[in-house]
């Protein structure tokens, strides 16, 4: 498998590795990851510099699909807004740990944990007593995994 580098990323190039990524169906930080020797934060400034001054048409494609795949936050995301509050329902109500509620809502543990944290705190029909009573929950399950390692 052939993995670029950042010499590879000129003007006669970059529409091979545009091309690429665009077919591989990954996002920019998988496919970074997997073809690339460098970062995707690279690879996204060399397609923002480099694409539009060779081929525009791909330039479009690339910068929709970066779009899309651009982490929504809660408020334009009915799916994301609803997966955090069933997260805090199995948190609180049914006292489930982080991976249980992960594998309830076919997620990550990150996405479980991030929903339980930064999403959690925009969600404004949520009241404060609520978030406060997750972030205290949080913090009894980091208590009990580090006993439990020990």
């Known amino acids: 498998m052939k993995k670029y580098s950042v010499a590879d990323i000129n003007e006669n190039n970059i529409t091979e590795i545009a091309t ?15 073809f690339c020797t460098f970062s995707h934060v690279t690879l996204r400034s060399k397609f923002y510099r480099l694409l539009p001054l060779v081929n525009t048409n791909l330039y479009e494609q690339v910068i929709a699909k970066l ?27 049914s006292d489930l740990t ?7 809502l076919g997620s990550t543990e990150f996405i479980i944990y991030r ?16 978030k406060r009573q997750v972030l205290l929950k949080l913090q009894d399950h980091k208590r009990y995994n580090l006993i439990q390692r020990r």
């Open 115 to 130: 929903d339980l944290t930064t999403r959690m705190m925009e969600l404004e029909e949520l009241n404060n007593d609520v």
């Open 20 to 34: 690429h990524f665009l077919e591989s169906g990954l996002s920019l930080r998988a496919f970074a990851s997997t």
């Open 98 to 104: 982080i991976p249980e509620i992960a594998e309830k």
């Open 67 to 93: 779009e899309q795949n651009r982490a929504k936050n809660i408020k334009e995301d009915p799916e994301s807004r609803l997966r955090v509050l069933l997260a805090v329902k199995y948190l609180i109500e």
